[in-house]
Each structure stands twice: as C-alpha cells, then as structure tokens.
C-alpha cells in the first residue's frame, strides 16, 4: 500500500527557513510527477509546488522565489525548502502526486509562522 509521510513542520518567526521531507513508501516515485499542497486554517487545499520525473519544478505565485521543491528517487523522497516564511504561509502541509491522488493523502505536517 502506499503511504506518504511528512515531517519537518515547526513554528517558526516571519522570516525564517524551514525544510519539509516527504517519504513514499509502497511505491517508488521515480516515474511520478510529485507535488506539495498545503490547507491554510479555513481554506481549501491549495497546490504550492510540484516537480515531474525530470525534475522540472513548478511553482504556486505565492511561494514563487521563496520555495524550492526537490527530489531524491533513490530514497522515494520528497523535499520543499521554504525560506522567507510569512504568517499566511501557516498551514497543514502535503505531499501526493500531480494531479493528487485522494486515497494517498496523508496527515501531513505542521507549519506556524508567527509574526
């Protein structure tokens, strides 16, 4: 079965840098295009990156110049380098595949900014 773990959320003040990890496991990630989403209290999920199997990365407006999303297919991982945090940035992260995959959603991980 396929499961997807994140990990890396914390709180942290406007301004700072964090690092999210997202591990697969049940399959390998190397032929799938691969994304982060994020639920912001009150909202809708929202897509904020995603990266193809050959590593084209695409980006949300509102993250742009301030995320950074990579992949490791050796280790069916996942990353999303976030920088520059501002409080709208708070919200539940996710990873899944693009487009998702709703059976594979998974509890993702905090992020707090405070301001």
């Known amino acids: 079965q396929v499961q997807l773990v994140e990990s890396g959320g914390d709180s942290v003040q406007a301004g700072g840098s964090l690092s999210l990890s997202c591990v697969v496991s049940g399959s390998g990630i190397s032929g799938i295009h691969m994304a982060w989403y994020r639920q912001r209290p009150g909202k809708e999920r929202e897509w904020v990156a995603r990266?193809?199997?050959?590593?084209?990365?695409y980006y949300a407006d509102f993250v742009e110049g301030r995320f950074s999303i990579s992949r490791d297919n050796a280790k069916d991982t996942v990353g999303l380098q976030m920088s520059r945090l501002e409080p709208e940035d708070t919200a539940v992260y996710y990873c899944?595949?693009?487009?998702?995959?709703?059976?594979?959603w998974g509890q993702g991980t905090q992020v707090t900014v405070s301001s």
């Open positions: 990266i193809s199997s050959g590593r084209n990365t």
């Open positions: 899944n595949q693009y487009p998702p995959w709703s059976s594979y």
